[in-house]
Nanobody, 128 residues
Framework: QVQLVESGGRLVQAGGSLRLSCATS????????MGWFRQAPGKEREFVAA????????RYADSVRGRFTISRDNAKNTGNLQMNSLKPEDTAVYYC?????????????????????WGQGTQVTVSS
């Protein structure tokens, strides 16, 4: 089992930056693909970014590419999402997720259903 706890969400003005962190405990995540998803009110959960277990491969949603950067530190069992140039449409609850699925090991999966472990989420609000 892996437990995930997100932190770093808060209210920020448009154009600002935030760094979300995902602290993990339980089973080591060194072989897990990690992902970030978000869910805005009234909308479905959507993919934001994902990173392979070794950190060598990353994938981003078109809406955040060039503004967000996903990273991980396997020695510290943590994952991060650096968010720059934030927009009001980035407002959502952000979730950290992890999976050991072999199908996601080379090319990180985009679908939420591929992820086995989820955090409780952290609220990010971007004011205009």
């Amino acid at each position: 089992q892996v437990q995930l706890v997100e932190s770093g969400g808060r209210l920020v003005q448009a154009g600002g930056s935030l760094r979300l962190s995902c602290a993990t405990s339980g089973r080591a995540i060194s072989r897990h693909t990690m992902g970030w998803f978000r869910q805005a009110p009234g909308k479905e959960r959507e993919f934001v970014a994902a990173i392979s277990w070794g950190g060598g491969t990353t994938r981003y949603a078109d809406s955040v590419r060039g503004r967000f950067t996903i990273s991980r530190d396997n020695a510290k069992n943590t994952g991060n999402l650096q968010m720059n140039s934030l927009k009001p449409e980035d407002t959502a609850v952000y979730y950290c997720a992890a999976t050991v699925s072999a199908s996601c090991s080379v090319l990180p999966c985009l679908g939420a259903g591929a992820y086995d472990y989820w955090g409780q989420g952290t609220q990010v609000t971007v004011s205009s």
